[in-house]
């Protein structure tokens, strides 16, 4: 007779424990002959060393699916505690799913620029990510920096923005800097909602194991064994870029995300994205993903709005040119 105490860790303990305490006591029902209680966070089972054994691989192998997919249902607890119960939590690429959000929703890689982003990251330790508004670069982004710090390749996440104010003056909001940048950094904030329950998500950022700031906050840091996704880099200076690509430490990854059609830097400021795409396009270990109309995902009439505003933009330049155009009559 041994008794063992094992933690409840990495996980949400409701959607473990289910509501009253349905899922758990459905575990018991597959130990009769073992003594399991709960108090708090820690389980203590009694009974048999060999079934107590059993007990303890078959939780681990329950939070390690947990941990993956934030959500366990009874079929999910039968299938598990089948002998082929490990063969579901094996990784998920053929499926083409990045990382199990809240609820058990599957993110994925929807199209094929997506795909090819999600191919992209795993070759190469540097990747830019460019494309129109509504084709989930973030989104992917974000996705594929959540599943390397569930499957620890990384230790923590980083998210940054430069803090160009598009139409609206910063200065002019209440609060501290902080109560000032996070509606700016909303996007962010938005997409690891969906893929980390709010608790853990809350703690995380609380403990800086995600970590959301301004660009600015970079500035003389060596980013070492994180993901790192620098957001609305179209919006960064050529400076502020070279900053920024310099912070890579050993370990990490870096994405960089950008819309070229909506830079919102003053006129004769060259965008720094525009710059490092030149300059780099040619690097080994750099990626370097273009994503356009046909990877939008919102609402059909983004593809819409995004045609009509570059149809246009074309007929736009192509009048100021036009009118830069020197006519006969000068000429003579």
Same mark, same amino acid.
């Given at each position: 007779m041994v008794e063992k105490k094992?933690?409840?860790k990495g996980v949400n303990p409701i959607e473990f424990f289910g509501v009253n305490n349905l899922n758990f006591n459905h575990i018991k029902g597959f130990f009769p002959d073992l003594t399991v209680n709960s108090r708090g966070d820690t389980l203590s089972v009694k009974g048999d060393l060999v079934k107590v054994g059993v007990f303890e691989d078959k939780i681990r192998l329950i939070l390690q699916y947990l941990k993956k997919h934030n959500s366990l249902t009874a079929n999910t607890i039968d299938n598990l505690m089948d002998e082929e119960g490990e063969s579901i939590v094996r990784d =998920? #690429?053929? !499926?083409?799913?990045? +990382?199990?959000?809240?609820?058990?929703?599957?993110?994925?890689?929807?199209?094929?620029?997506?795909?090819?982003? /999600?191919? !992209?990251?795993?070759? =190469? #330790?540097?990747?830019?990510? +460019?494309?129109?508004?509504?084709?989930?670069?973030?989104?992917?982004? +974000?996705?594929?920096? /959540? $599943?390397?710090?569930?499957?620890?390749?990384v230790k923590r996440i980083i998210l940054t923005r430069p803090a160009v104010e598009a139409g609206e003056n910063l200065g002019f909001l209440p609060g501290d800097l902080k109560e000032k940048l996070d509606p700016y950094m909303m996007p962010l904030y938005d997409a690891l909602r969906d893929m980390i329950p709010g608790d853990?998500?809350? #703690?995380?950022?609380e403990f800086g194991v995600i970590e959301i700031a301004p660009l600015a906050f970079m500035r003389g840091r060596t980013l070492d064994k994180a993901f790192v996704i620098l957001d609305e880099a179209q919006n960064a200076t050529v400076m502020q870029m070279k900053m920024f690509l310099t912070r890579m430490g050993m370990s990490a990854k870096f994405i960089i995300t950008g819309d070229m059609s909506q830079v919102d830097l003053p006129r004769k400021q060259r965008s720094g994205l525009t710059y490092a795409l030149d300059l780099l396009k040619d690097t080994e270990g750099l990626g370097i993903i273009r994503l356009n109309q046909t990877d939008?995902?919102?609402?059909?009439? +983004?593809?819409?709005?995004?045609?009509?505003?570059?149809?246009?933009?074309?007929?736009?330049?192509?009048? $100021?040119?036009?009118?830069?155009?020197? !006519?006969?009559?000068? =000429?003579?």
């Open positions: 094992i933690e409840i =998920n #690429d053929k !499926s083409g799913i990045i +990382v199990f959000g809240n609820n058990g929703i599957k993110v994925k890689a929807r199209t094929i620029n997506q795909q090819k982003l /999600v191919k !992209s990251v795993n070759e =190469n #330790d540097m990747v830019f990510a +460019v494309g129109p508004a509504g084709t989930g670069k973030t989104y992917t982004a +974000v996705a594929l920096a /959540v $599943r390397a710090l569930k499957e620890k390749e853990k998500l809350k #703690d995380m950022i939008v995902i919102r609402h059909p009439l +983004v593809k819409k709005i995004i045609d009509a505003f570059e149809k246009a933009e074309i007929e736009e330049k192509k009048n $100021r040119l036009d009118e830069d155009r020197p !006519s006969k009559t000068e =000429n003579k």
